[in-house]
């Protein structure tokens, strides 16, 4: 018998400490979610994530952020329009991240995750090896590839548990619903115009649950409806106030509706001095919107922003309008038979309104009434 235990024992020590090793190597870590409420201003109107984990035994109380970038770079300003600006994951203290959400009032809420000792460690050394080298740079996409999806796929891939989420989103819904839902919340009626303006028909793809979670606030959602019970805790570290409307989402409509019909009654009157106004008007409106067709062919074409391929405003921002502003006082044949065209082309694109494959700003309504109306004057006289 005391032959045997000589034998045994050591193995069962063994055996136990190597299984209380691999519990314990990650016992003191606790890792969380932090979500960041939106702010006012637009680059932060649709909140913020980022990961935060506490080692006790380190006393080391870290965020890692994916969305930071390097404001010194030369070319910042060019990288950031062609879509090549390069986003990067950054480590601070807890604190120190803590300092702007403060400041600006925003609420920040912490999940901690519920995890198992594998999954601990698995995480912590993805994020240590993201952190390391050209590893934590990335190419920055708002709906593909952000600081949100970055930590969502993070989860999804190493916990293999992130599914079961019930439903965030009707069905149907798009990613420019969801841009709208902060947009019109946050009294951005013009940002809001901008952006349907310059983001083509892919934004108006149904998501799924998985890709509606690139907003922060619905990987909170995803997380606490999850089947699994992935949150072991949720709180909310901070109390803030939230961002209240500015102004009426419908202001571009109203004020785009007074000018086109001001411009409408002035035409109609006849008079050489009007007849110059209106004329010059005119010059105007084809140059501001061929201008305006050029920057979405280099958005389009000229840029990374895959959200900008597709874009079916150029069916009243035609590019050539930019040229044609020129020959308006000219009375070719040529010039009569674009004007027709682009007659024909914005009647259609009124008509045809509900059933294009991009959703269009209602605030263009009467800007396209105005080229109808005016690109047909042309054309006749």
């Not at 935060?52 to 990288?79: E, M, Q």
């Not at 601990?120 to 952000?146: M, V, W």
């Not at 009124?350 to 700003?361: C, I, K, M, R, S």
Request: net charge positive.
């Amino acid at each position: 018998m005391q032959r045997i235990l000589r034998y045994v024992l050591p193995l069962v020590f063994i055996f136990i400490s190597f299984f209380v090793k691999a519990q314990n190597g990650s016992h003191h870590i606790r890792i969380s979610v932090l979500t960041c409420a939106p702010g006012d201003d637009l680059y932060s109107l649709f909140g913020h994530s980022a990961i935060r984990i506490i080692d006790s035994a380190t006393h080391n109380d870290l965020v890692f952020n994916w969305g930071t970038f390097d404001f010194a770079d030369p070319d910042f300003y060019i990288k950031f329009t062609r879509g090549k600006l390069m986003y990067m994951l950054s480590v601070s203290r807890f604190n120190e991240f803590m300092t702007e959400f403060l400041e600006e009032k925003r609420s920040v809420y912490e999940q901690e995750l519920n995890l198992t000792a594998e999954e601990r460690n698995i995480i912590h050394e993805a994020i240590q090896l993201n952190l390391s080298g050209d590893n934590r740079y990335y190419h920055y996409d708002f709906l593909f590839d952000n600081c949100t999806t970055r930590i969502r796929d993070i989860i999804s891939k190493y916990t293999k548990r992130f599914s079961g989420v019930v439903p965030l989103v009707p069905k149907g819904t798009t990613f420019r619903n969801m841009i709208y839902e902060y947009l019109d919340r946050g009294g951005q009626p013009w940002s809001k115009l901008g952006i349907d303006i310059l983001l083509g028909s892919k934004i108006d793809k149904a998501v799924n649950n998985y890709q509606s979670m690139f907003l922060p606030e619905y990987l909170l959602k995803g997380l606490d409806s999850s089947k699994v019970n992935l949150v072991k805790q949720k709180k909310a570290i901070f109390y803030g106030q939230p961002a209240t409307d500015k102004s009426s989402k419908y202001t571009p409509l109203i004020l785009f509706s007074i000018i086109a019909l001001a411009i409408i009654v002035l035409s109609l009157f006849k008079s050489p001095q009007i007849n110059i106004a209106v004329k010059c008007i005119d010059f105007l409106l084809l140059f501001i919107t061929g201008a305006v067709g050029l920057l979405i062919l280099f958005m389009w074409f000229g840029t990374n922003h895959a959200s900008c391929g597709n874009n079916y405003n150029l069916l009243w921002a035609m590019p050539f309008n930019f040229m044609a502003a020129f020959f308006i006082w000219r009375k070719k044949d040529w010039i009569k038979k674009y004007f027709y065209f682009i007659w024909a082309l914005n009647l259609s694109t009124l008509l045809l309104w509900l059933w294009l494959p991009q959703q269009l700003n209602i605030a263009l309504i009467p800007v396209i009434l105005l080229l109808c109306v005016r690109s047909y004057r042309l054309a006749k006289y």
